[in-house]
C-alpha cells in the first residue's frame, strides 16, 4: 500500500518542486541588458477536419487570449525598456519560407516605480501595425509567438496569463474556460 501511494505522489511532489524552482527570483545584470522572452497565444483557432492523425493544429480547436502583466516594484527606480513581437511559425512552414517571420516594431515603454501595464492581444497585433495611412497587416485569426522585453533596467514583476476556451468542431467556443498564471524569468541580454 505504501509503495503504491508513494508511486502516486512522488511525481507530483517532484512536479510542485520544479514549479517552485522556476519561480525563484533572478535578477537582470547591473548595468548590462535584460531579456524577458513571453510566449503568447491568440484568436480562434478553427477546426480542420482534413487533418488525418498524426496530424495535428497548432493548439486544439477553440479561443486563446494571452494577457502579459508588467510591474516595476521597485521603489525608486523607474525601468525603460523596449517591447516587440514575433509570430513563430510551425518548423514545416518555416522550411517552406523562411522569410515569413513577422517580426513587430519596437515599442518603448517606460514605467515609473511602482507602476505597471498589461499587453493583450490586440496590443500585440498593433505592434505589428504601421503607422498610418499605411494598411493593417494581414495577420490571420489565429497568432502564436514571442512578445519580447528588453532593456537596462531593473529586475521586473513579468507574468503571464493564458485563457482557453475549447470549440467543438461545429460550435463556437463554448466549452469550459482555462485559465494558467506564469511566472517569467529574466536572462542576460546580448
Not at 25 to 40: E, L
Not at 97 to 112: D, G, H, K, M
Not at 162 to 173: G, I, L, W
Request: hydrophobic fraction near 40%; proline fraction near 12%.
Amino acid at each position: 500500500m505504501f509503495k503504491r501511494i508513494w508511486h502516486i505522489t512522488a511525481p507530483i511532489g517532484v512536479f510542485a518542486a520544479l514549479q517552485c524552482a522556476q519561480a525563484q527570483a533572478q535578477t537582470c545584470p547591473v548595468g548590462g541588458a535584460c531579456i524577458y522572452s513571453v510566449k503568447f497565444v491568440c484568436g480562434d483557432q478553427s477546426a480542420n477536419p482534413n487533418l488525418k492523425l498524426p496530424s495535428e493544429t497548432p493548439v486544439k480547436p477553440g479561443n486563446y487570449a494571452t494577457s502579459i502583466n508588467i510591474h516595476n516594484f521597485h521603489l525608486d527606480q523607474r525601468a525603460v525598456f523596449s517591447k516587440t513581437a514575433v509570430i513563430a511559425p510551425t518548423e514545416a512552414d518555416f522550411e517552406k519560407n523562411p522569410n515569413q517571420i513577422q517580426i513587430s516594431q519596437a515599442r518603448s515603454i517606460t514605467l515609473l516605480p511602482h507602476q505597471a501595464i498589461e499587453i493583450d492581444c490586440s496590443d500585440i497585433v498593433t505592434l505589428f501595425t504601421p503607422p498610418p495611412p499605411a494598411p493593417p497587416p494581414s495577420l490571420p485569426a489565429f497568432i502564436k509567438g514571442f512578445v519580447e522585453l528588453s532593456g537596462s533596467f531593473p529586475t521586473l514583476s513579468v507574468t503571464a496569463v493564458y485563457t482557453a476556451q475549447a470549440a467543438t468542431a461545429a460550435t463556437a467556443p463554448s466549452g469550459p474556460v482555462s485559465i494558467e498564471v506564469v511566472p517569467v524569468q529574466p536572462f542576460a541580454g546580448p
